[in-house]
């Protein structure tokens, strides 16, 4: 679970998904990664690690970015599944069962909120669904296409396929979900996206402008990585 600056509801976060992992007889481990917050983000998780072993704080010194801290996560797993999770639950913990059961047949199993049995208890305002309905536009015609809703924050995987994946992934900031599509498909990976309850935060750290910006350009950086091979083994690219 990456967090930055989410001081006034990771404890209940942390409560949430750990009653309701509890609740399921889940034999489980939580990872936090904090991308360098500046609000007690950090103090409050150890706080609730100092009762629940189960829970490990990793912090990045410095903000390094949402697909930074998601592959430092997944590095550090051990499961035979991962789930990663945005910190605010838009996607809520109750879904993880869901998408778990895909896991017989995929290794990568994508909460979508666009699909038509979709439910979007709260939308985003107007001009972020327009934002995202544009980028989705450029993913599809410039990196991967088939999946109509990359960026939602909740992915389940296969834990060995996790860690292969997320060792080849460059991009820091908010377009690694498409990253991570791509890598796996180039490793022979299966994916599927499947139709989630979701409910939009308003504290979204998403900057329209400045954030936007970058993702687009990012994903022209992942076209060059994938044209010049960097998602392929060594073997492969022998």
């Not at 990976?189 to 329209?208: E, G, L």
Request: aromatic share 8%; proline share 3%.
């Amino acid at each position: 679970m990456p967090a930055f600056n989410e001081r006034d509801r990771i404890a209940a976060t942390l409560a949430a998904v750990i009653e309701y992992m509890d609740g399921r007889g889940h034999d489980f481990e939580l990872i936090v990664v904090d991308d360098g917050s500046t609000d007690g983000t950090a103090r409050v998780v150890e706080t609730v690690a100092d009762g629940e072993p189960r829970l490990r704080l990793l912090a990045n010194s410095a903000n390094r970015g949402k697909g930074y801290s998601v592959r430092r996560g997944i590095a550090a797993s051990a499961g035979d599944v991962v789930l990663f999770s945005d910190a605010d639950l838009s996607t809520p913990i109750e879904e993880y069962d869901k998408l778990l059961a895909y896991l017989d047949e995929y290794d990568l199993v994508m909460a979508s909120r666009s699909l038509p049995d979709s439910d979007v208890a709260v939308h985003q305002p107007a001009y972020r669904e327009m934002m995202g309905r544009v980028f989705n536009i450029v993913v599809q015609v410039l990196v991967v296409r088939g999946i109509i809703d990359t960026q939602c924050g909740f992915k389940v995987l296969r834990g060995d396929a996790a860690r292969a994946i997320a060792a080849r992934l460059r991009i820091d900031r908010f377009s690694f979900d498409v990253e991570m599509i791509l890598v796996a498909k180039r490793l022979g990976y299966t994916f599927v996206d499947v139709p989630v309850r979701w409910v939009n935060s308003p504290a979204s750290r998403v900057h329209p402008v400045r954030d936007s910006v970058n993702m687009l350009l990012d994903l022209f950086r992942i076209k060059l990585y994938d044209t010049a091979g960097c998602y392929k083994s060594r073997h492969e690219r022998e």
